[in-house]
């Protein structure tokens, strides 16, 4: 199973990006997908979840009306799209998959993450 995310980089305050995660290996659709991120010294912390249909999202209080979770099952895709980015969105960004969907699941296969960095 791979997770392989992409579409960090360097952005100022304010701006947009949108970070994608391609799947191979496992039945995507089976899977439940999240968002994670951690800051240089600081414990790695939920952004945001999709369920197997995309039916259901939740996000972190931080985030929440900034960040969008979607995902493309045909794809094998999971997307986070970040507007109004703040320096404190700044951390390596990973993708995870879990057959379960909720707060506290565990997640089973993660990605290798993204650098994500908010300049003021």
């Known amino acids: 199973v791979q997770l392989q995310a992409s579409g960090g980089g360097l952005v100022q305050a304010g701006g947009s990006l949108r970070l994608s995660c391609a799947a191979s290996g496992l039945t995507f659709s089976r899977y439940a997908l999240g968002w994670f991120r951690q800051a240089p010294g600081k414990e790695r912390e939920f952004v945001a979840a999709?369920?197997?249909?995309?039916?259901?999202?939740y996000y972190a209080d931080s985030v929440k009306g900034r960040f969008t979770i979607s995902r493309d099952n045909a794809k094998n895709t999971v997307y986070l799209q970040m507007n109004s980015l703040k320096v404190e969105d700044t951390a390596v960004y990973y993708c995870?998959?879990?057959?379960?969907?909720?707060?506290?699941?565990?997640?089973?296969?993660w990605g290798q993450g993204t650098q994500v960095t908010v300049s003021s």
């Open positions: 995870a998959a879990s057959l379960d969907y909720g707060p506290g699941v565990r997640y089973r296969f």
């Open positions: 999709i369920s197997w249909t995309a039916v259901n999202t």
